[in-house]
Structures are given as C-alpha cells and as structure tokens.
T-cell receptor, first 109, second 117 residues
C-alpha cells in the first residue's frame, strides 16, 4: 500500500510563480526523496533529504522535512513551463521506496 | 549516475500471452527493483531482483505472475505472464548502487509501456 499522500493532486500556476507540493507519510523513515516524471516516462531523481535533516536546497528546489509531523514539502521557485510534470515523494524506511500519490504540476507560459 | 535501458519501450499484447521486459545497466549495481505504474497512478514496487537468488516479492505480487531473473549485476528481466487488460501499465526498473555518496538514491529506467487487449 502507498505510504505517502500528496497534496494538492493537481496544481496550475503561471510561469514565474512558486509551486509548493506537500507529502505526508505514516511510518518512520531513513530518508525522503522527490522525483519528477514527464508524461509517463521514467522518473528523474530531484533531491534526497535524510531523516536528521530539516531543510535542503538544490538550485530552484527547496525541500523541508518535519519528522514529528511526518510531512515534507517541495518548493519550486520561479517556475518554468519545462517544470510541467508529475512530482512524487518517496520514503525509504528499509531499502525499499514507497511512493506517494503524486502531484500533477502545470506551469502556464 | 548509471545509464539504464529497458526493452521494449512499449508493446501491445493479446490477453493470455506473456511479455519479458529487459533492464540493462551500464555498471554493476547491488540492488535492482521492478515497479508497476498503472494508468494515472503512482508507482508500486513489485519485487527486488536479487543476483544469484530468487526475487523478493511485495504483498500482492507472486512469482508465477511476475517471474524475475537477475543473472548478473548489470541485467534483469521481468516477465508479465498470462496477461489480462488489468496488466496494462508502465513497468519500470530501478537501481541503487554504491558508486556515489547518495547510495540510497534509486535511478530509474525509461519504462516499458504495456497495453493488453
């Protein structure tokens, strides 16, 4: 069964705006990862945050992790049309990844 | 990161037949995984492909339906047996290796899009 739930399920924003996606999970984790998927193709790894970290940055991406609330957020700043994709969080509690339900992001030019 | 390829990239099959999907990595990796992504859904782990031993299946997936081979550290196959339209999905392999500090990170192949009629 899926560990993570993401919200919103779908998000439509204007180019240049920021996009925030949230992920909640149920059990203790070693780390949490975010992936992007374009049009049903393979997944691209974006960022990994360990359970003892609270915030991490990578380019225009900012990820936060709150283990007390079992939640994470992904912020994409200054969005571009090319950011249009589905975004998934995935939790790693052993060696397996359990994926969330995903957020479909549409960035309008 | 490793370069991962899958064959075929897509296929249309008749119900009752079987399809074998190949996953090739350009470097040796310790862990290989197979996932299913049903239309409009998230990814679900089918099994972990173990080199030299039987695959480890997740709840709801059985070896008779999804036999897996892992003959070496760079290659694995997943067979979808006795297919029905409900098997129409994208099947993805992923790898986790120790070639970087981020060894927990999984890298995914491009996926195999399967349609069963």
């Amino acid at each position: 069964s899926q560990q993570g739930e993401e919200d919103p399920q779908a998000l439509s924003i204007q180019e240049g705006e920021n996009a925030t996606m949230n992920c909640s999970y149920k059990t203790s984790i070693n780390n949490l990862q975010w992936y992007r998927q374009n049009s049903g193709r393979g997944l691209v790894h974006l960022i990994l945050i360990r359970s003892n970290e609270r915030e991490k940055h990578s380019g225009r991406l900012r990820v936060t992790l709150d283990t007390s609330k079992k939640s994470s957020s992904l912020l994409i700043t200054a969005s571009r049309a090319a950011d249009t994709a589905s975004y998934f969080c995935a939790t790693d509690s052993s060696y397996k990844l359990i994926f969330g339900s995903g957020t479909r992001l549409l960035v309008r030019p | 990161s490793a370069v991962i390829s899958q064959k075929p990239s897509r296929d249309i099959c008749q119900r009752g037949t079987s399809l074998t999907i190949q996953c090739q990595v350009d470097s040796q990796v310790t862990m290989m995984f197979w996932y299913r992504q049903q239309p409009g859904q998230s990814l679900t782990l089918i099994a972990t492909a173990n080199q030299g031993s039987e695959a480890t299946y997740e709840s709801g997936f059985v070896i008779d339906k999804f036999p897996i081979s892992r003959p070496n550290l760079t290659f694995s196959t997943l067979t979808v047996s006795n297919m029905s339209p409900e098997d129409s999905s994208i099947y993805l392999c992923s790898v986790e290796g120790a070639w970087t500090d981020l060894q927990e990170t999984q890298y995914f192949g491009p996926g195999t899009r399967l349609l069963v009629l």
